[in-house]
C-alpha cells in the first residue's frame, strides 16, 4: 500500500538556524497537509496545499514557516529562525480527494536546543 | 469554532474488557468523522471513518456511528486486546478544506 514518506525521522537544532522538513505524499493525491504535535498536547494543523498554492493556514503558521512542492514529488516545510517552543512532531499528511482520509507519515521529532 | 472533545485518559482496561472512549464535537455544517490510532513510536494511522448521521465505521473489532442528534462518535470495542494498547484520536474535518481538528488524544493500556 502506498505510503506517506517523512524524513528525517529526528532533527536536532540550536535555536535560531533553519531547519527543513521533507514529505513524499502518496504520488496521485492533491491535497497536502502539515501538522504538529507539542508533546503531551493536541495534534495541531498548520497548513494545507492545493493547486500548487497554500489554500489555509493556521494562526500558528507565521513568517517563520513556509512550505513548497518544488519538483511535484517532495514537500516541504521550512523554519526560517527556530525557537525553543516549535520543538514538536511535525507530521506530513495528503489526501486524494474530499471523499478520501488524510494518510500520514511516521512524523519528524524536531528538538529545538 | 468546530472542535473536538474527548475523554480524558489514560483508560486502563484489562483483556478482553469491553471500551469505550467518548468522543463529542461541535461544527458548523456536516462534518465527516474520524478516529486515528497513534501505537507507541509509530504515527497516525486511521482507524476508522463515518461520512453522514447514523454512518457506522468499523476496522479490527472497533465501532464508532455518527449520531448527529447527540454529536457524539464514541469507539467502542467488545473485546480489547494487549496489543490495542495506544493513543486514540477523535477528529473531524469539514468541507472547507478538509482540515482535520483533533481531540485530545485517550491514552489506553491493556493490561494482560
Known amino acids: 500500500e502506498p505510503e506517506v514518506t517523512q524524513t528525517p525521522s529526528h532533527q536536532v537544532t540550536q535555536m535560531g538556524q533553519e531547519v527543513i522538513l521533507r514529505c513524499v505524499p502518496i504520488?496521485?493525491?492533491?491535497?497536502f497537509y502539515w501538522y504538529r504535535q507539542i508533546l503531551g498536547q493536541k495534534v495541531e494543523f498548520l497548513v494545507s496545499f492545493y493547486n500548487n498554492e497554500i489554500s489555509e493556514k493556521s494562526e500558528i503558521f507565521d513568517d517563520q514557516f513556509s512550505v513548497e512542492r518544488p519538483d511535484g514529488s517532495n514537500f516541504t516545510l521550512k523554519i526560517r529562525s527556530t525557537k525553543l517552543e516549535d520543538s514538536a512532531m511535525y507530521f506530513c499528511a495528503s489526501m486524494g480527494d474530499g471523499y478520501q482520509p488524510q494518510h500520514f507519515g511516521d512524523g519528524t521529532r524536531l528538538s529545538i536546543l | 469554532g468546530d472542535s473536538v472533545t474527548q475523554m480524558e485518559g489514560p483508560v486502563t482496561l484489562s483483556e478482553e474488557a469491553f471500551l469505550t472512549i467518548n468522543c463529542t464535537y461541535t461544527?458548523?455544517?456536516?462534518?465527516?468523522l474520524f478516529w486515528y490510532v497513534q501505537y507507541p513510536g509509530e504515527g497516525l494511522q486511521l482507524l476508522l471513518k463515518?461520512?453522514?448521521a447514523d454512518d457506522k465505521g468499523s476496522n479490527k473489532g472497533f465501532e464508532a456511528t455518527y449520531r448527529k442528534e447527540t454529536t457524539s462518535f464514541h469507539l467502542e470495542k467488545g473485546s480489547v486486546q494487549v496489543s490495542d494498547s495506544a493513543v486514540y484520536f477523535c477528529?473531524?474535518?469539514?468541507?472547507?478544506?478538509?482540515?482535520?481538528?483533533w481531540g485530545a488524544g485517550t491514552k489506553l493500556i491493556i493490561k494482560p
Open positions: 477528529a473531524l474535518s469539514t468541507d472547507s478544506n478538509y482540515q482535520l481538528i
Open positions: 461544527a458548523t455544517g456536516y462534518p465527516s
Open positions: 504520488s496521485n493525491h492533491l491535497y
Open positions: 463515518a461520512t453522514k
